[in-house]
């Protein structure tokens, strides 16, 4: 199964790290020889240092035997042309693009229906933005996402010492919060990933990432001694496109929102397409201005200038200085693994989200989605249950699941099942799986299908 990646940038790189370790066959193209050694060096794929809108280039890496190309460089044109000259040489291959700007907005159906007919546009700074507003309405929660067309949901929540389930055992968890109790996916302690037992207890300043009913989850979050309070007024440095589209998002749910940003020729763009929204010209990275605007009196600061040592800085300031929650824009995946130990918990990626969206997206078959979580060492999968699996028409507790999984939620005719080891997986159950990326191989022997996207 042929592959060809146009971009090898921060998205090009992880897309194409995760389909060649799926042993499929991958070429990437891009005209920068700098970021196709990279690839060539760190991972098993085919590189072209050449320009991916090229036809011949196309020609070349074997476009007409390709079944998808993702065109996924830093320009919305390239993108396009490379989508559009794909079709005119082989009109069967699967099209997927990174779109970024707002002014392509209106166009989508027409690039979907038309010419070049491309079958799935990826925004990642929409996703990003729908991301920041679910961290924002969550207390301490630093990862989030959905399954089920939206009726489940994932959450990864930082324990503090004032939780209801700081210091206890899992296997106690059914007296102390009865029917209501959350299923514990996996606790992170420190840099290391734990698929909880009986006998494995939450411990202050763990990570734990639980699956709940979205209908369900103020319900849920309040088990952990956590409440959702009304978002009253955000601070968003960086007026970019990021910063455009979220007030934009918060203009209309009427919550008090400024925009700081340096560039005084943007700020009066700013105020020219924003209504309610506060434009302020200025160095968020100083101090004095903070002060002025009293940050600590503010919900939530979002750093989302287009430099990530900025955004950092401005974070750490802003926590300095009393700000009751912090969201950063990371572009620089490198700069991940460091974030916890100065403090700052929640993160957001765009390149990280365009290749999370791109994935999930070309999945098929009874592997409906994945989500990879914990910097990519671990993925919540949903799933057909089918016949002839091991998993079926016996109850958990009898089932030999992998050490580094475990089943967290059943869906059967729209209902939501948290299971426990008494439940039974029923043929055409839809199910989500945590599965650490070591145990992926064994997962499938038991589901008796591929984890793969094709």
Known sequence: MKIIIVGAGEVGYNIAG?????????????????????????????????????????????????????????????????????????????????????????????????????????????????????????????????????????????????????????????????????LISAIIRGDKTIVPKGDDKVLPKDIVYFIAETEKLDQTLGLFGKKSTPLKSVLIVGGGRIGLRLALLL????????????????????????????????????????????????????????????NILVSLLAKEMGAKSTITKISKTNYFPLMKTIGLDKLVSPRLSAARSILRDIRKGKVLSAVSVIGEGAEFIEAVALKTSGITKKPLRKISFPKGAILVCIIRDDKIIIPSGESIVEPDDRMIIFSKKEDIQKLEKLLTVKLEFF
């Open 251 to 310: 203009e209309k749910e009427s919550i008090n929102t400024k925009i700081i940003d340096s560039d005084l020729e943007r700020c009066e763009d700013l105020a020219k397409k924003t209504d309610k929204t506060v434009i302020l010209h200025g160095d968020a990275s100083e101090k004095n201005l903070f002060l002025e605007e009293n940050v600590s009196d503010i919900d939530v600061v979002v750093s989302a200038t287009n430099n990530d040592e900025t």
């Open 18 to 182: 995760k389909l060649s370790s799926e042993n499929k066959e991958v070429v990437v193209i891009d005209k920068d020889p700098v970021a196709t050694k990279r690839l060539a060096d760190d991972l098993d794929v085919q590189v072209m240092t050449a320009s991916g809108s090229c036809p011949n280039t196309l020609i070349e890496a074997g476009i007409k035997e390709a079944e998808i190309l993702l065109a996924v460089t830093n320009s919305d044109e390239a993108n396009l042309i490379s989508c559009l000259m794909a079709n005119m040489i082989s009109p069967t291959t699967k099209k997927l693009a990174r779109i970024r700007s707002a002014d392509f907005d209106g166009y989508r159906e027409n690039l979907k229906n038309d010419a070049p007919y491309i079958d799935t546009i990826i925004n990642p700074e929409i996703v990003v933005v729908n991301t920041i507003r679910r961290l924002m309405s969550v207390p301490g929660a630093i990862d989030m996402g959905s399954f089920a067309d939206g009726k489940v949901s994932f959450v990864g929540l930082r324990i503090d010492e004032q939780s209801p389930m700081a210091n206890i055992n899992l296997i106690d968890f059914s007296s102390i919060f009865g029917s209501k109790r959350p």
